[in-house]
């Protein structure tokens, strides 16, 4: 599933109208304690013992890809595409990643973070427009969600597709190219509220009416305290190893 998963209507929740507020949530490390795609795609390798060997060969290559904006995209790739080597279709891959959320089940959910999700709740129950958007593959944060979360919202995320024998990485929803997957898929602005840990999500942060910063890395609260307006409020949601203000 590579565009946005359509929300079906929820009793719960009151329908959202074309002129509600619009709220932007990133996954990771937001609603999420951890990073999904590095634990989906770790049990993906580990699923084989040659996709671990081959991940091993590989990771001298892709892993500090990883740790630069310009290339992180291409390191994601390299192990996407190790856990999925000889998946020929992104159906299969959505398969996988699907039975990876059913037998992990109760895992998962220890990582949703209650406050995080309290939150979410709140915005839906007021009849907010709430959408995710994140660096994970969508289906991955959708079926988490639905079945772990029992929540059905609109889900941006990293478009994947069949690369060299497996599943690539085609356009990663991160940084600037977020915002441009967010209005491309009909959420444009005005951003009434986006909640985000990452400095990677600043286009996000500073289009937002009102950004909210959670669960950052202690040594990016400088820098967002300086690039955000004044006021904004740098919280903790749960995550024991991130910083920001106890909630």
């Known amino acids: 599933m590579n565009g946005p998963t359509e929300s079906v209507p929820d009793g719960r929740y009151p329908r959202p109208g074309a002129e509600a507020p619009l709220v932007v949530f990133d996954f990771d490390h937001t609603l999420y304690d951890g990073d999904s795609g590095s634990h989906l795609f770790a049990w993906l390798i580990k699923r084989r013992r040659w996709r671990t ?16 904006l310009p290339t992180r995209r291409f390191g ?6 190790a856990g999925s080597v000889g998946t020929h279709r992104t159906g299969g891959f959505n398969a996988a990643i699907d039975l990876y959320v059913v037998t992990h089940a109760e895992k998962i959910r220890d990582r949703l973070l209650p406050i995080a999700l309290d ?26 969600l639905a079945f772990v979360a029992h929540e059905d919202v609109p889900v941006i995320g990293t478009l994947v597709g069949p690369r060299f024998g497996g599943i690539g990485a085609l356009r990663h929803c ?3 190219m977020k915002m441009t997957m967010l209005r491309e898929a009909g959420f444009g602005e ?26 950052p890395k202690a040594g990016r ?3 967002f305290r300086r690039v955000l307006p004044a006021g904004t409020p740098i919280l903790n949601w749960g995550c024991a190893d991130r910083a920001g203000d106890p909630v």
């Open 76 to 81: 994601v790739s390299g192990f996407v595409w």
């Open 221 to 223: 609260v400088p820098m």
């Open 53 to 68: 060997l081959l991940a091993l060969l590989i990771a001298p290559l892709f892993a500090p890809l990883i740790a630069f």
């Open 119 to 144: 939150v979410l709740h709140g915005h839906r129950e007021r009849g907010d427009r709430v959408v995710i958007a994140t660096g994970a593959p969508p289906e991955l944060a959708r079926a988490i």
């Open 190 to 215: 005005p951003i009434a509220m986006a909640y985000s840990d990452s400095s990677a999500d600043l286009p996000l942060l500073l289009a937002a009416q009102r950004p909210v910063v959670v669960n």
């Open 174 to 176: 991160h940084n600037q």
